[in-house]
Each structure stands twice: as C-alpha cells, then as structure tokens.
C-alpha cells in the first residue's frame, strides 16, 4: 500500500478526470447532435466531436487511478464512496461551464454526499497501513 498522500493524489485525480470528463461528454454530445442534424454520418460525427474523444479519455484515466487505488490494498467499500465526491464537483462545474440551475435540494443533496464521504474515508484510511 502505498502512503496515504499518493493515495489523495490519485483520489483527486480520478474524481477531477471524471468530473471534467463528464462536463465535455455533455458538451461534445450537444456538438454532436447539431452534426448529425446536418446530416453527416454519425461516425464521421463522433471523430469531428473532440470533446467526446477527450471525455472519453479522461474517464480512461480515472479507471487508470480506480485500478491503481485497488491495487495499493483500498477497499472497493471505501474507494467507490470516495468518488461520490464526483457529485459534488460535477455540480460546481455544471453550473460554471454549462450554466445549470442547481437548485437548494440537489446542495443539501451534494453536502450529504459530502459528510458521508468523509465518515467512508476516515473509516477508510484509519486501518490501512502507511
């Protein structure tokens, strides 16, 4: 395993790949739907689409980092709530960069998420070794 720093650098480089690559799957498929509304093929469409090339990168990366994290020793019960932190920034991005409306519910929503997460970590980090 190795030491619980490396651990929270791979943990925030997976949950910012994955936010970012969500918010440009959303952007690039609003390109993309206005390509094929042209009429041009949908492959030719998807290839002429870079942020959906990009998004699906990124997401490659955080399985990169989710797979780096099991193989350190972290526990799928503690890694995968840790990335709900994903909704908390997927909802500062949304509404930064897209302009969606994030209303009172979904923050005490997102402020949930985050108190869970953080009892998960803890509980998490406190067994394993450095």
């Known amino acids: 395993m190795k030491n619980l720093t490396s651990a929270v650098l791979v943990f925030a480089l997976s949950i910012a790949s994955l936010s970012f690559g969500n918010i440009l799957l959303k952007l690039g498929m609003t390109r993309y739907d206005s390509l094929t509304a042209t009429g041009m093929p949908a492959v030719q469409s998807l290839w002429n689409t870079p942020q959906i090339i990009a998004g699906v990168l990124l997401m490659f990366v955080q399985f990169g980092c989710t797979m780096t994290l099991f193989r350190w020793g972290w526990d799928v019960s503690v890694v995968l709530p840790v990335m709900g932190l994903c909704y908390a920034v997927m909802a500062f991005l949304g509404k930064w960069m897209l302009a969606e409306s994030v209303n ?14 953080f009892f998960v970590a803890r509980s998490g980090a406190a067994g394993k070794p450095s």
């Open 104 to 117: 009172s519910s979904r923050w005490f929503g997102i402020i949930l998420i985050i108190v869970g997460v």
